[in-house]
């Protein structure tokens, strides 16, 4: 059975790749959306709690002076922050849209796969059962978590032949993720300290005390692109179906193996520095599909650069919508919900 037959969900391209833009059109959308992040960045470190007009804070941060209270708020928050947005925005955007053209599904995303459920699974481990609560114990156990998880997950979705079936991995991602859920959810209960740190975890936010997380998120993209680089060939004649795939010379095996590794590599190293985010993966690809982008290769890349855009401004809104600030995993939720009710509907209308 072809998997255009077999998905109970629909198909991104299931009669090959659409006529895309020119490179031309691509490369002025990319030039667009860096302007963009750039003025996004800026956005980010001037506004907030307290406002701070760009010149002082450029100022501020020339003059290296702790004792200063504008090179403190910009320096040890804000900088931290607007980085991790970008770097997290990257790595999550990337992943959803390797996701969903790996799987040949729109609504693939790194929460389907149950990477966010087993990094708070084993988190809430560590806080609830064993105790711990450095930080650096609390990370590494959501990492081990997250890739466990995937690995299970990509157990279970091996067809009979040894290859990685995308319907199967989706359904296993879907109810592994919801067993884990579940325990994660008994287990905070136990312990009400445990549970409103891992609450607060697992709304995601990009309010972050220093530049550890960053680390940890930026050698997970960059192991993660390594990976993907070659492979985007491979990736797009995926559109054509498993079997057109092979003729024209896609190990379909070692691709999807890599992309998965890639992908969990990225989303996992993501969560555990930041905590869960919802909807970027998945609405950062309907965004640049609606820019008139359908080339699988086209869709990955535009998503590398547009999501720093969209959880910076996720961030940047939630700052002034309340005086105690929203989550940006919340704004991000309020901002995809439209965007994706409009790519429904337009499939909707197109069928």
């Known amino acids: 059975m072809s998997l255009e037959n077999s998905s109970p969900i629909g198909t991104i391209s299931s009669c090959g790749p659409k006529r895309d833009k020119s490179s031309s059109g691509f490369a002025l959308t990319t030039i667009a959306l860096l302007v963009l992040t750039l003025a996004l960045c800026v956005s980010s470190l001037s506004l907030g709690a307290r406002t701070i007009p760009l010149a002082d804070a450029l100022t501020a941060l020339m003059s290296l002076n702790p004792a200063s209270t504008e090179y403190s708020v910009i320096l ?15 790595a999550l955007a990337s992943a959803g849209a ?24 084993l988190a809430a481990v560590a806080l609830s059962v064993l105790g711990w609560t ?9 990492l081990i978590g997250a890739l466990a998880t995937i690995a ?6 091996l067809d009979s032949s040894g290859g990685i079936a995308p319907l199967r991995l989706v359904l296993a991602g879907i109810a592994v993720g919801a067993i884990l859920e579940g325990i994660s959810d008994g287990l905070a209960l136990v312990d009400p300290q445990a549970f409103a740190r891992l609450r607060a975890w697992m709304l995601g936010t990009v309010d972050i005390a220093g530049y550890q997380q960053i680390v940890i998120s930026g050698i997970g993209l960059i192991i993660g692109s390594a990976l993907v680089f070659p492979q985007l060939g491979s990736i797009n004649l995926l559109s054509l179906g ?24 990225m989303a996992a190293a993501t969560t555990a520095a930041v905590g869960v985010f919802a909807f970027v993966g998945l ?3 309907h965004i640049v599909r609606s820019l008139g982008f359908h080339d699988d290769r086209s869709i990955i890349c535009l998503s590398a650069v547009a999501g720093p855009a969209l959880l910076l ?4 809104v939630g700052r002034l919508i309340i005086d105690s600030e929203l989550p940006a995993s919340v704004v991000v939720a309020f901002i995809a919900g439209p965007i994706l ?10 069928r």
């Open 134 to 142: 450095s930080p650096v114990a609390f990370v590494t156990m959501a």
């Open 242 to 265: 498993d079997e057109s795939a092979a003729a024209l010379g896609v190990n379909l095996k070692r691709t999807r193996a890599l992309i998965i590794v890639a992908v969990t590599i």
């Open 313 to 316: 401004l996720a961030d940047v």
């Open 76 to 90: 040890e928050r804000r900088v931290p922050r607007t980085i991790i947005a970008i770097v997290a925005g990257s």
């Open 98 to 121: 390797l996701l969903q053209a790996i799987t040949r599904n729109p609504l693939a995303d790194t929460g389907v796969l149950g990477i966010n459920a087993g990094a708070a699974f």
């Open 152 to 157: 299970l997950v990509c157990r279970i979705g």
């Open 283 to 285: 609405a950062t690809a």
């Open 341 to 350: 009710i409009a790519s429904a509907q337009k499939d909707l209308y197109q």
